[in-house]
């Protein structure tokens, strides 16, 4: 069956092109700078030198008229710290939250060696421990959640007794 088509395909060959068609490619040829001036081309590469102008002056006015500080003076300071409460004001609002875990997960403990404290009586193993702890709060009458978590880092000296 392959075979029957190779030899159909093999049979095949491109139609002739029509006299007309040979006719309109020969006069386009023939005229080829007069159907220039019908083709829409884009004018991509033309600036309008005015309009930016213009921009980059209104650019540069804001910027000198703004100003921007972003260190805040100290009126700013104090007036952000008389407007928040205290943290023991919030959590006097809170008197249904009960603690129900704390989670330390332990991401790494590094031995630093020995080290001499002042006033010790011998030297002392350095450890560093870097650790996440979440502490989670429930509210017992309507069941909401709190969770806080943040990174601590503790150092253990350990005292090493010579033999």
Same mark, same amino acid.
């Given at each position: +069956?392959?075979?029957?088509?190779?030899?159909? *395909?093999?049979?095949?060959? $491109?139609?002739?092109?029509?006299? /007309?068609? +040979?006719?309109?490619?020969?006069?386009?040829?023939? !005229?080829?700078?007069?159907? &220039?001036?019908?083709?829409?081309? $884009? @004018?991509?590469? %033309?600036?309008?030198?005015?309009?930016?102008?213009?921009?980059?002056?209104?650019?540069?006015? #804001?910027?000198?008229?703004?100003?921007? !500080?972003? %260190?805040?003076? =100290?009126?700013?300071?104090? &007036?952000?710290?008389? =407007?928040?409460?205290?943290?023991?004001?919030?959590?006097?609002? *809170?008197?249904?939250?009960?603690?129900?875990?704390?989670?330390?997960?332990?991401?790494?403990?590094? =031995? /630093?060696? *020995?080290? #001499?404290?002042?006033?010790? /009586?011998?030297?002392? %193993?350095?450890?560093?421990?870097?650790?996440? @702890?979440?502490?989670?709060?429930? !509210?017992?009458?309507?069941? &909401?959640?709190? &969770?806080?978590?943040? $990174?601590? /880092?503790?150092?253990?000296?350990?005292?090493?007794?010579?033999?």
């Amino acid at each position: +069956m392959n075979e029957e088509l190779e030899s159909e *395909l093999k049979k095949l060959r $491109p139609v002739q092109p029509s006299p /007309e068609l +040979m006719a309109r490619i020969e006069s386009a040829l023939a !005229d080829g700078g007069t159907c &220039a001036s019908k083709v829409i081309r $884009p @004018e991509r590469f %033309r600036v309008n030198w005015l309009g930016l102008g213009l921009g980059l002056a209104a650019a540069a006015t #804001f910027l000198i008229l703004a100003r921007v !500080d972003f %260190r805040p003076s =100290d009126k700013t300071k104090q &007036a952000n710290v008389s =407007d928040t409460p205290s943290l023991q004001q919030r959590a006097a609002a *809170l008197p249904n939250y009960q603690a129900t875990g704390l989670t330390q997960v332990v991401y790494s403990k590094h =031995d /630093e060696g *020995l080290v #001499f404290p002042p006033g010790a /009586e011998g030297p002392s %193993r350095r450890v560093r421990t870097a650790k996440r @702890e979440t502490l989670r709060w429930r !509210d017992r009458q309507s069941g &909401a959640q709190l &969770a806080v978590s943040y $990174p601590t /880092e503790e150092v253990t000296l350990i005292p090493v007794s010579g033999q």
